[in-house]
């Protein structure tokens, strides 16, 4: 079974400009998660979705950030207008619910942003 | 506020000796808690994992400690080979009242042959 698939893989783009990061999640999970990864603060969440249904994004650091799930097979992070602070790792994550609730998240590769 | 905190960013051991990685929380509530491995370019993948029912969970050469009263758990890699080098990751959840999980800042642990 495919993993979660994550793109651009790379991103290189000006400061002002839009980014729009994609996560296809792994088919059957419910929730998805989407992470920063800096060196301060590691893997820090911005914000997640159950069936679809944006549950918690106190972690998006700005309005700049939005996601949307429009569906269950497909995810985007956009910001808009980018900043050199901005450049980081961004990873989708995905998971189920089972009886006892998360076992794991599953990562996709991740989408390094660099803001010029 | 990290909730999650890997006070040692880096880790160098010899081949054939002991890995050990730290894991400090802070919020009592955490009952689930995690190791991700990370490689260069690639996303986290699961480890092992430690309900909080327990004090030890062990697969293969790795074991996870939970100390609940300190508030710290530890990941012991028995022996250590080169291909443990990576970035590792805690993580802690509410396993059956939350959704977050709170990842640490990672140690990169470095096996030298």
């Known amino acids: 079974d495919a993993g979660v698939i994550q793109s651009p893989r790379h991103e290189v783009t000006e400061m002002g400009q839009e980014v729009t990061l994609r996560c296809k999640p792994i088919?059957?999970?419910?929730?998805l998660f989407w992470y920063r990864q800096t060196m301060m603060r590691g893997l820090e969440l911005l914000i997640y979705?159950?069936?679809?249904?944006?549950?918690?994004d106190s972690g998006m650091p700005e309005d700049r950030f939005s996601a949307k799930m429009p569906n269950a097979s497909f995810s985007t992070l956009k910001i808009q207008p980018s900043e050199p602070r901005d450049s980081a790792v961004y990873f989708c994550?995905?998971?189920?619910?089972?009886?006892?609730?998360?076992?794991?998240?599953?990562f996709g590769e991740g989408s390094r942003l660099t803001v010029l | 506020d990290q909730q999650v905190k890997q006070n040692s960013p880096s880790l160098s051991v010899q081949e054939g000796r002991i890995s050990i990685l730290n894991c400090d929380y802070t919020?009592?509530?955490?009952?689930?808690f995690l190791w991700y491995k990370k490689y260069p370019a690639e996303g986290p993948t699961f480890l092992i994992s430690?309900?909080?029912?327990?004090d030890k969970n062990e697969d293969g050469r790795f074991t996870v400690f939970l100390n609940k009263s300190a508030k710290h758990l530890s990941l012991h890699i028995v022996p250590s080979q080169p291909g443990d080098s990576a970035v590792y990751f805690c993580a802690a959840s509410r396993r059956n009242t939350g959704n977050q999980f709170y990842f640490g800042t990672g140690t990169s642990l470095t096996v030298i042959p």
């Open positions: 994550a995905s998971s189920f619910w089972e009886r006892g609730g998360h076992r794991e998240l599953f």
């Open positions: 979705f159950n069936n679809n249904v944006p549950i918690d």
């Open positions: 088919s059957g999970h419910d929730y």
């Open positions: 430690i309900s909080s029912i327990k």
């Open positions: 919020n009592s509530m955490f009952d689930y």
